[in-house]
């Protein structure tokens, strides 16, 4: 059979680098004599270098770098925490394990273990919003789109209005801030609700967990406020914090409010 | 503990140097930024798990890219299906229940302008491939890996490798220059005529064309 019949072949081959010497060294004298094959080679050669330079993509950013060394801590902390729970399940009466292992599950990505290494989210709002740090700088058009999203503050207590709504920045996550007046148990109260978008694992969740109407939800607090966190399936982060209002009043809060984030 | 350090080490030493090149492959094969990322960080996640059983003398990069590969086929589509559905239920749910009402359910401007700017020539050349051959070209002539690491990679012979990495060359070629020239960058009698018509001949084989050869060749040597 003749080199010719093969040439896609060979050709893809060549450009590849995937023959052997002597096919190689075949291939190359055969071009030398015969055009309508060089003319497939360079053809191919045209196309494989207009896709080899096209296809330059942009490189990681450090922002993703950060995101995934977090992840990685996280998964760090929970394979220790299942292996502690595991041994601990060896010491425990028979009825026991079951409901460590339950634990386990409900436990994955919650951060018993204290960790300061980088606070949650939550804990750096509530920080902020009580004015105990700083409010950090926002990028220029950051959190525009948690804002444009415009959140209509219906809240099921006629007598609610809203105060404040703002652009802000939590451990670089953009997102915004809104402030209600309502009324709570026949009690005035000041509802702080923090929007963030694109959540990577744990960053927001902080304390314990338990459910507010059907929807998990994590409850934690700084300094003595109570603050409740939600993670919907959009990786968008809310946080319920109160100044008057206990966590078991909050969490009855987010359980009867519907939560929409930004798409 | 010391285990667990050690392993985190090793896996920054081996794994994460190719983190810019898992984000390319996943940025071409996603073809866009936000997905890219989100695969990128599932498929190091899983990898970070199922460590222990990388044969440590084999090629990382290859095995991290079949990593890549196959969460992108098997799971990522999938989930991106069932993504629009829930948002699509999302919206509906928030439209008659809503104690905090979004006005659209669709894209902000912002996310419109971002979506825009990150669709270049090239996203939208390799849209209109085929998964199959979009990934052979990625991983050939992106990732320079071998005709036998991509063979095993996509679960398939060499020759169906070389088959999607001619004819999706070949459609890459033409759809990027068609948008050139429609970009007013290349004169349309400069792109090439034969491009038009992307050759579908039978499966490319090196094996059987050498077998074939070794029956045949022995009498011109």
Redesign the interface.
Known sequence: ?SLCE?I???A??YL?D?LAPEERHELDTHLTECTSCRAEID??R???S???S???????TDT??M??AR??DN??RE??RAERKRMSAWLLPGSAIAAAAAAILVFVGVGVQSHHEHASIAKVAVKQIRGAQPFEVATP?GG??VL?????????DPSSRELERRRVSVNGHDGALFGYEITHNGRRAVLKLLVVT?L??GEMIDGDETQANGRWVHVGQDQGQPFVTYVD??RNGFMFTSDSLSADELIDLVG?????G?? | MQAAKQKRSEFERQALVHLDSLYGAAYRLTRNARDAEDLVQDSLLRAYRFWDSFQQDSNCKAWLLRIVTNTFINEYQRKKRSREILDAASAEQDATDGVLVQESANQSPAQRLLAHSVSDDVQRALEQLPDDFRTAVILCDMQGLSYKEIAEIMQCPVGTVMSRLFRGRKLLAQALREFAVAEGYVKADVAKPDAAKPDMRDTLDLEKYRAQKSRTGGNRE
Not at chain 1, 54 to 60: D, I, T
Not at chain 1, 148 to 156: E, G, H, L, Y
Not at chain 1, 256 to 260: E, F, I, N, R, W
């Open positions: 059979m093969s896609d072949t060979l893809t081959a590849d995937e053809g191919a045209a196309d494989q207009l896709i080899q096209s296809l330059v993509a942009p490189r990681a993703m770098r995101r995934l992840s990685l998964a760090d394979t220790a058009n525009a789109q444009a999203a415009t959140f209509s503050p219906r809240v099921d694109d990577h694992d399936a959009k009867k409010t519907s939560l929409v930004p798409q």
